[in-house]
């Protein structure tokens, strides 16, 4: 198995420690993982702001670059989402079909291809689950609330193997924090009551740190924590995975991001 590794844009410029944490998660996972130096964006911001079209460049490159790997894995399901659901606006070449179907988000590839759940983490907080919108309601990483259907949480299953975590109840679990992409820019004021609104229901139910499967969403909420001096951080879910902590110290693994 070889494993194409896709960093989104925001990971690489402001959060390289959660690439760092998916490549060395994969890797003892025994998995050959290689990354092209040739990605660029998905193209998901140009799409979310209606310029969709403005974006074929992006995805031909993207292809171009993934095209030869059994798998694409990415530790953004948003962005794994845009480029399954949406690179129909280029010519569905074979090349084209093939990345659309392999591309997945990390937790995702680790469940349900690797079929791995105890990775051998330790994390002992007290840890509130964020369950992205583009993860939940369109790669189906769990189940949602509107739906009649059976509780599952591929995010979860992977988070209760870890030693020492306590994952926290919270009053509306799948509701947006409300960053939505660009509606953070232009629907600022509305985004931001979102955000508060999801912190609180964190804070009332005893969180200590926030994870989630995309990172864009942990910076909305870590803003807005960092802004208000709320006690409360944020990881990604890989950085958890990929922890040996085996106490509690003043921050988990002794920095505030």
């Known amino acids: 198995?070889?494993?194409?590794?896709?960093?989104?844009?925001?990971?690489?410029?402001?959060?390289?420690?959660?690439?760092?944490?998916?490549?060395?998660?994969?890797?003892?996972?025994?998995?050959?993982?290689?990354?092209?130096?040739?990605?660029?964006?998905?193209?998901?911001?140009?799409?979310?702001?209606?310029?969709?079209?403005?974006?074929?460049?992006a995805c031909i490159n993207f292809v171009n670059n993934f095209k030869?790997?059994?798998?694409?894995?990415?530790?953004?399901?948003?962005?794994?989402?845009?480029?399954?659901?949406?690179?129909?606006?280029?010519?569905?070449?074979?090349?084209?079909?093939?990345?659309?179907?392999?591309?997945?988000?990390l937790c995702d590839f680790i469940v349900n291809v690797l079929k791995v759940k105890q990775l051998g983490a330790s994390f002992p907080y007290k840890v509130g689950v964020h369950k992205s919108c583009h993860g939940l309601r369109g790669l189906r990483l769990g189940s949602s609330s509107e739906l009649v259907t059976?509780?599952?949480?591929?995010?979860?299953?992977?988070?209760?193997?870890?030693?020492?975590?306590?994952?926290?109840?919270?009053?509306?679990?799948?509701?947006?924090?409300?960053?939505?992409?660009?509606?953070a820019v232009t629907e600022d004021v509305v985004s931001a009551k979102m955000g508060k609104d999801k912190i609180q229901d964190h804070l009332r139910n005893g969180v200590e740190v926030i994870t989630a499967t995309d990172v864009?969403?942990?910076?909305?909420?870590?803003?807005?924590?960092?802004?208000?001096k709320q006690p409360l951080q944020v990881r990604h879910i890989a950085e958890i995975l990929n922890s040996t902590i085996?106490?509690?110290?003043?921050?988990?693994?002794?920095q505030k991001h």
């Open 216 to 228: 864009s969403c942990l910076m909305h909420l870590e803003g807005l924590i960092t802004r208000n």
């Open 246 to 254: 085996e106490s509690k110290v003043a921050h988990p693994k002794g």
């Open 68 to 105: 030869d790997f059994d798998y694409i894995v990415t530790p953004s399901g948003s962005c794994a989402y845009h480029v399954k659901k949406h690179y129909n606006i280029i010519q569905q070449t074979d090349e084209v079909v093939k990345v659309r179907k392999n591309v997945y988000e």
């Open 1 to 57: 198995m070889k494993v194409g590794l896709f960093i989104p844009c925001y990971i690489n410029q402001l959060y390289p420690q959660v690439g760092k944490a998916t490549l060395e998660l994969l890797e003892k996972l025994k998995v050959e993982v290689v990354y092209p130096s040739g990605q660029t964006c998905c193209g998901q911001p140009m799409a979310n702001s209606g310029f969709e079209n403005e974006s074929e460049g």
């Open 150 to 183: 059976a509780p599952y949480s591929y995010i979860e299953a992977l988070l209760k193997e870890v030693k020492g975590i306590e994952l926290m109840t919270l009053d509306r679990s799948d509701e947006c924090c409300g960053f939505g992409g660009t509606f």
